[in-house]
Nanobody
Framework: QVQLVESGGGLVQPGGSLGLSCAAS????????MGWYRQVPGNQRELVAV???????TYADSVKGRFTISRDNVKNTVSLQMNDLKPEDTALYYC?????????WGKGTLVTVSS
């Protein structure tokens, strides 16, 4: 079993920056993919960014050039640095981990971009 605990999030003005972090614990294997998804009520959950254990990354087109994902394989954490935030980035952000055929989710942290 794996547990994911997110931190960060909050209220930020348009154009501002915010950082999210997620700590994984439990039975972790060396090769996995960690990342962030987001969801607005009434919409499907969508990928924001993911990073593999060896560092390969994938970003949603909407966040490319603004968001940066990173991970620490020793501490089992994944972080998301969000710059130049826009109102449309407002959502509940979920941490995600996939290893082998198992997928795990955090409880989510709210990011609100508003003036």
């Amino acid at each position: 079993q794996v547990q994911l605990v997110e931190s960060g999030g909050g209220l930020v003005q348009p154009g501002g920056s915010l950082g999210l972090s997620c700590a994984a614990s439990g039975t972790l294997y060396g090769r996995n993919v960690m990342g962030w998804y987001r969801q607005v009520p009434g919409n499907q959950r969508e990928l924001v960014a993911v990073i593999a254990s060896r560092g390969a990354t994938t970003y949603a087109d909407s966040v490319k050039g603004r968001f940066t994902i990173s991970r620490d394989n020793v501490k089992n954490t994944v972080s998301l640095q969000m710059n130049d935030l826009k109102p449309e980035d407002t959502a509940l952000y979920y941490c995600n981990l996939v290893q082998y055929v198992m997928e795990y989710w955090g409880k989510g942290t709210l990011v609100t971009v508003s003036s």
